[in-house]
């Protein structure tokens, strides 16, 4: 069985800062990794996806993450963040095949401050 | 762009009601699942259907059940809607193991 664990629950960050939001899976086979962003009373939206290939990723909003195999783990970066990055972020891990897809870890709500 | 419509943003129900939460997608995808999203939990699968009339459980599927009639459609059904069941329902649509595609969401408040 697979697993996701977003490390933090609640990022804050200050307007025109780095940041870096943490997820790490467990699986016994080969995963394809997912981030979603979810705005305030919306569905998700995908960020960006690793399947296979570069294990730097880049999405949209100027977001990017890394496929770590060694340490399991995909956490998501920004260089510069907005106020409208302000939403909750979802790490997501399936396996590729399977029609039972994604599993979630519990998010991360991260807000950016003026 | 893929669509996946859910035909209600907010509903309101009584205790005992039979509820229907109806998703719709546009581009042919064989998988579709309904899930539930509570503060601190993440987002839970309840069921999910990987062809019409096809339907396997998920993780929390008591108390709901689905329909799939058509490839595009898969419905939610609380038999009995209860207030822990007061919950916001997304619906998602894929084709392959490649990411899903989401609705914009139920929050669905039984009182």
């Known amino acids: 069985a697979q697993s996701v664990t977003q490390l933090d629950s609640q990022v804050p960050v200050f307007e025109e800062a780095p940041v870096e939001l943490r997820c790490n899976y467990s699986?016994?086979?080969?995963?394809?990794l997912f981030w979603y962003v979810q705005y305030p009373n919306q569905g998700l939206q995908l960020l960006l996806k690793?399947?296979?290939?570069?294990?730097l990723v880049k999405g949209i909003n100027g977001f990017e993450a890394e496929f770590n195999k060694s340490q399991t783990s995909f956490h998501l970066r920004k260089p510069s963040v907005h106020i409208s990055d302000t939403a909750e972020y979802f790490c997501?891990?399936?396996?590729?095949?399977?029609?039972?897809?994604?599993?979630f870890g519990s998010g991360t709500q991260l807000t950016v401050l003026p | 762009d893929v669509k996946v419509t859910q035909s209600s943003r907010y509903l309101v129900k009584r205790t005992g009601e039979k509820v229907f939460l109806e998703c719709v997608q546009d581009?042919?995808?064989?998988?579709m699942f309904w899930y539930r999203q509570d503060p601190g939990l993440g987002l839970r699968l309840i069921y999910f259907?990987?062809?019409?009339?096809?339907?396997e459980k998920g993780d929390i599927p008591e108390g709901y059940s689905v329909s799939r009639e058509k490839k595009e459609r898969f419905s939610l059904i609380l038999e009995s809607a209860s207030t822990n069941q007061t919950s916001m329902y997304l619906c998602?649509?894929?084709?392959?193991?490649?990411?899903?595609?989401f609705g914009q969401g139920t929050r669905l408040t039984v009182v």
């Open positions: 259907s990987y062809d019409v009339k096809m339907k």
């Open positions: 690793y399947l296979s290939g570069s294990t």
């Open positions: 998602a649509s894929t084709k392959g193991g490649r990411g899903a595609f």
């Open positions: 699986s016994s086979v080969s995963v394809y």
């Open positions: 581009m042919d995808h064989e998988n």
């Open positions: 997501a891990v399936s396996e590729p095949g399977s029609a039972r897809q994604l599993t």
